[in-house]
């Protein structure tokens, strides 16, 4: 079975066919933070997060200089370009000034054709979406957002801080503008059978975001919900059952929706469990298995 050639829409293609060539994105550390975070009232961050905000585990000094580094090998081994991704926490949290020199320095570099930012809903106000949409009509621009689930009482019991709601009217405000917008969403969460799962699967569609992202949870080192599995509160999804919520995600989403991810990873040392996450071709390629059976 050929696993080079998968049966949806993924961003490779999509960067393929847009800029003629091999895309790569950088993750990015810029700094930021999350109101998650620094807000008193809902100190500690998403139950799911680690330390590091999601963020790029191999980072070493200035964003900066890592990006630079990266564009430039990226180049020389025939890469058409390489998108900025900043990736940590929350990269529209914090003074707009500031993240406008963030983002125009990295547009700066040799070979930087794009920007992906990852946010939340509640981190865009005027402000933001000002220079946002200044910036997507200069450049390649898309903003990624965590849905994760529709279910409010999901939301609230993962300490995420904003209602299901806040999601659509980001949405919206994005879409407005045409800022190209991805949305993530996590299956297996604390509570949620399977009917509701698929239900944020559907609602997921019906906002038909430009891109999407689909990951099982998996508990990381640092977490609170690493004290939640280790006390045995959390039933994590099996191989099995992800591969099938996977494939009913991917038959839900239009067609011609971007798949960014099928699946997440976390390296060893971070991830403590389900360990067959460590193993990201091995979940994509079951994936891609099954569709092409059905």
């Known amino acids: 079975m050929d696993f080079s050639r998968v049966p949806y829409f993924s961003l490779s293609d999509y960067l393929k066919e847009k800029f003629g060539g091999k895309v790569k994105k950088i993750s990015l550390d810029a700094g930021f933070t999350c109101p998650n975070r620094t807000k008193k009232e809902r100190k500690g961050g998403c139950f799911w997060c680690d330390p ?21 090998r990226l180049i020389n081994k025939d890469c058409k370009g390489v998108i900025a991704y900043f990736q940590a926490f929350s990269n529209t949290y914090g003074d707009p000034e ?32 000002k220079i946002l949409d200044e910036l997507n009509k200069e450049t390649f ?15 609230n019991l993962c300490n995420r801080g904003h209602s299901h709601e806040d999601t659509t009217v980001a949405m919206g405000k994005l879409k407005e503008r045409g800022i ?3 949305l993530h969403l996590i299956a297996g969460l604390p509570e949620e059978t399977e009917e509701m799962i698929l239900e944020s699967f559907k609602e997921c ?15 990381v080192k640092g977490s609170t919900f690493e004290e939640w599995f280790r006390e045995g509160k959390i039933k994590l999804l099996s191989f099995d059952e992800y591969i099938n919520l996977a494939v009913k995600f991917l038959k839900i989403i239009p067609p011609e929706t971007v798949i960014h991810r099928i699946t997440g990873e976390r390296p060893k040392g971070i991830l403590i469990a389900p360990e ?4 990201k071709n091995r979940v994509r390629n079951e994936i891609i298995k099954k569709l092409i059976q059905n």
């Open 98 to 129: 500031r993240l406008e020199e963030i983002y125009r320095k990295s547009l700066s570099i040799d070979g930087v054709i794009g920007i992906a930012i990852g946010t939340r809903q509640d981190c865009l106000d005027d402000d933001v979406l």
């Open 205 to 219: 569609a019906r906002l038909k975001p430009w891109g999407v992202k689909l990951h099982p949870l998996h508990i």
């Open 180 to 182: 190209l917008t991805v």
């Open 141 to 155: 621009l898309f903003i990624e957002i965590g849905m994760q689930s529709c279910h409010n009482q999901t939301l």
């Open 52 to 72: 590091y905000g999601s963020g790029p585990e191999n980072q070493n000094g200035d964003w900066y200089e890592r990006l630079k580094s990266e564009a430039e």
């Open 276 to 279: 067959w996450c460590l193993d």
